[in-house]
């Protein structure tokens, strides 16, 4: 037996680059725009090759979620994580969330937006959303708390709700100078707190 033929032939494309475009794909398009189809052309991979690589769509789309936090997680969430982060540094993640989400072909937080169109139907996405809210107001009060603002809780859940919305805005078509103004009015607020 040639065992070289029963394991199949190796990868000729790189797993990971194939995914951050698939990210990418799955951001601009959303689930249901995200065919078959669209793969092969947009991953430039054949539906075996996809298969093989990933699993289903679905398996792939897990897969999308998993690589999307953890790139929302480097560029924009970790930066609030440390003992001398304060409530200054919360300007820095509200710029960083509005130039992660302002980009034309990509509009709001992927895990929203799929949220959003796939429903509360799909278990596993919505506790997804619910760690990734978890995740934030734990960090937003953690900072509070330092800062000794008042009411720490009640002004996370505030944050996070403004947070929330300035993605609801992205989603929904506003443009950079719209998204700005929200993130303007944002820090305004958190200058508040901290006087």
């Given at each position: 037996?040639?065992?070289?033929?029963?394991?199949?032939?190796?990868?000729?494309?790189?797993?990971?680059?194939?995914?951050?475009?698939?990210?990418?794909?799955?951001?601009?398009?959303?689930?249901?725009?995200?065919?078959?189809?669209?793969?092969?052309?947009?991953?430039?991979?054949?539906?075996?090759?996809?298969?093989?690589?990933?699993?289903?769509?679905?398996?792939?789309?897990?897969?999308?979620?998993?690589?999307?936090?953890?790139?929302?997680?480097?560029?924009?969430?970790?930066?609030?994580?440390?003992?001398?982060?304060?409530?200054?540094?919360?300007?820095?993640?509200?710029?960083?969330?509005?130039?992660?989400?302002?980009?034309?072909?990509?509009?709001?937080?992927?895990?929203?937006?799929?949220?959003?169109?796939?429903?509360?139907?799909?278990?596993?996405?919505?506790?997804?959303?619910e760690?990734?809210?978890?995740?934030?107001?734990s960090?937003?009060?953690?900072?509070?708390?330092?800062?000794?603002?008042?009411?720490?809780?009640?002004?996370?859940?505030?944050?996070?709700?403004?947070?929330?919305?300035?993605?609801?805005?992205?989603?929904?078509?506003?443009?950079?100078?719209?998204?700005?103004?929200?993130a303007?009015?944002?820090?305004?607020?958190?200058?508040?707190?901290?006087?």
């Amino acid at each position: 037996m040639n065992l070289g033929s029963a394991l199949g032939r190796p990868r000729t494309f790189d797993e990971n680059e194939k995914l951050d475009r698939a990210v990418e794909v799955f951001w601009r398009r959303g689930v249901v725009g995200t065919t078959t189809r669209v793969l092969e052309t947009e991953l430039e991979l054949t539906q075996s090759s996809i298969y093989n690589a990933f699993g289903s769509k679905n398996d792939l789309a897990d897969r999308v979620i998993d690589r999307y936090l953890d790139m929302l997680d480097d560029q924009v969430v970790s930066h609030l994580e440390g003992d001398d982060v304060g409530l200054a540094d919360l300007h820095g993640f509200v710029d960083d969330l509005v130039s992660w989400i302002s980009n034309e072909s990509r509009p709001g937080c992927l895990l929203l937006n799929m949220l959003a169109e796939c429903g509360s139907g799909d278990a596993d996405l919505v506790a997804r959303a619910e760690q990734y809210r978890a995740r934030l107001r734990s960090l937003f009060t953690t900072i509070l708390e330092r800062d000794n603002v008042a009411h720490p809780h009640h002004q996370a859940e505030l944050l996070l709700a403004a947070v929330l919305g300035i993605n609801v805005a992205a989603r929904s078509g506003a443009d950079r100078a719209e998204l700005d103004a929200l993130a303007g009015g944002l820090t305004n607020q958190l200058d508040l707190l901290a006087s």
